[in-house]
């Protein structure tokens, strides 16, 4: 059984800052991926930023320059620092991550249940 819990959601004015918190616990034999993604009600689910396991990063076009994605390979974690929020920051904050159970022999993709992230103006 793998979960993945995330932290750090909450109301926020714009221009201030929030970091988001994710980890993974289970029966994990290794994590391939972790990732940050977003979704507002009647709009498909988007990237924000990714992490792969070669240390590479992906961020999402309209949060490059202001997000930034880090991870801890022996916590299972991956944090989102998001700085300069804006109104349209406004979703919710789904992790995922592709995660090898111990008694798999596949990566799979999982996700946590989202933290709601608000920013008034």
């Known amino acids: 059984q793998v979960q993945l819990v995330e932290s750090g959601g909450g109301p926020v004015q714009a221009g201030g800052s929030l970091r988001l918190s994710c980890a993974a616990a289970?029966?994990?034999?290794?994590?391939?991926?972790m990732g940050w993604y977003r979704q507002v009600p009647g709009k498909a689910r988007e990237l924000v930023a990714i992490s792969h396991h070669s240390g590479r990063t992906n961020d999402g076009k309209s949060v490059e320059g202001r997000f930034t994605i880090s991870r801890d390979y022996n916590k299972n974690t991956a944090d989102l620092q998001m700085n300069n929020l804006r109104p349209a920051d406004t979703a919710i904050y789904y992790c995922s991550a592709a995660i090898r159970e111990v008694s798999g022999t596949s990566y799979k993709d999982y996700w946590g249940r989202g933290t709601q992230v608000t920013v008034s103006s």
């Open positions: 289970g029966s994990i034999r290794s994590i391939s991926s």
